[in-house]
């Protein structure tokens, strides 16, 4: 239903910046969150960073605070994730999940039901 192409991943430096970009297209009536996920072969997947496009709330995973940063991107249902002072723990396949989901306090970095999920762009983060 919903289309989510991610792009701007690739191989940097510890303490280098990353974008990406996450675009949705299709049906996006009602859309309410765009969110980041990130996976590793050792990790489980996990929520990264979460933004409302009704009113741009945002939300990020602990060990992200403070470096990265979502916002709306440059065209609708888009958003930015500007991804400052990368470690090599950032190192993971990242993947943007789009949906149309009510997501209280407290579950909007956990994967649910009614995601739609884009391909992935891969970042590499060596040090």
């Known amino acids: 239903q919903m289309q989510v192409v991610e792009s701007g991943g690739g191989s940097v430096q510890a303490g280098a910046s990353l974008n990406l970009s996450c675009v949705v297209t299709?049906?996006?009536?009602?859309?309410?969150?765009i969110r980041w996920f990130r996976q590793t072969p050792e990790k489980q997947r996990e929520g990264v960073a979460a933004?409302?496009?009704?009113?741009?709330?945002?939300d990020y995973a602990d060990s992200v605070k403070g470096r990265f940063t979502i916002s709306q991107g440059n065209t609708t249902n888009s958003v930015s994730l500007q991804m400052n002072n990368l470690k090599p723990e950032d190192t993971a396949m990242y993947y943007c999940?789009?949906?149309?989901?009510?997501?209280?306090?407290?579950?909007?970095?956990?994967?649910?039901?009614?995601?739609?999920w884009g391909q992935g762009t891969q970042v590499t983060v060596s040090s």
């Open positions: 933004f409302y496009i009704g009113g741009s709330i945002t």
């Open positions: 999940a789009a949906s149309r989901a009510y997501l209280r306090a407290g579950a909007r970095l956990d994967e649910t039901q009614y995601d739609n």
């Open positions: 299709g049906n996006t009536l009602g859309i309410s969150w």
